[in-house]
């Protein structure tokens, strides 16, 4: 873990090691955020983040989401996600659902792709396993640009929550 001073101090390419992956495969995140230093406070720095995602056209937001893997799918199965995701996912207990919950949520994943051309994207830590199947099938009823903002806000605490496992406020 590292302190506030710790990280305004950071040499820039460590800066961009530690926080390239604050959301998803987005290194280019923490190379603007990294602009920003010093912070004052950790919640300072977690607001550069997501002020990164406010700032994206509907286009680079829309690449943000379509970066994230689905949820128990096949990166999963095969092993093959990052080690952020495979710790979100082990903690609302995707890592123990059965054959049949599997099943459910890899269609509904399919139907939700279907609609809106990018993955289903909710803050793994924040839900369960019947939470996130109900979220499926209730935000499948929405509009694309409203799941567009939906699924931001989802990277935006998935974002906070993997900033707070880096740096803490003292
Ligand atoms: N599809 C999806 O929501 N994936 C993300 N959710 C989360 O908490 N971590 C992820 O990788």
């Known amino acids: 873990m590292y302190s506030v001073p710790e990280v305004n101090s950071m040499p820039d ?13 987005c290194e280019d995140a923490a ?8 912070f004052n406070r950790l919640a300072d720095l977690c607001t550069e983040f997501h002020k990164y995602l406010d700032n ?19 990166l999963a199965v095969l092993g093959e996600l990052t080690k952020e995701s495979t710790e979100e996912q ?30 289903f994207i909710i803050c793994a830590r924040e839900n369960k396993v019947q939470s996130i ?4 099938n209730s935000r ?9 903002e939906t699924g931001i806000n989802e990277v935006k605490k998935i974002c ?3 900033i707070l496992d880096i740096v803490n406020e003292n």
């Open 13 to 25: 390419d460590r800066f961009v090691w530690v926080f390239g992956n604050v959301i998803e495969l």
């Open 31 to 38: 190379v603007w955020v990294k602009k920003k230093r010093p």
């Open 56 to 74: 994206l056209s509907v286009e680079e937001k829309l690449v943000i989401l379509k970066s994230h893997p689905d949820l128990a799918g096949r």
């Open 90 to 119: 082990k903690s609302a207990g995707l890592d123990k659902i059965n054959a049949e919950q599997k099943s459910i949520i890899n269609a509904c994943n399919e139907r939700y792709k279907l609609k809106f051309g990018f993955p």
């Open 133 to 136: 199947i109900d979220g499926l």
């Open 140 to 148: 499948i009823l929405n509009s694309r640009d409203q799941e567009i």
């Open 160 to 162: 906070k929550l993997r």
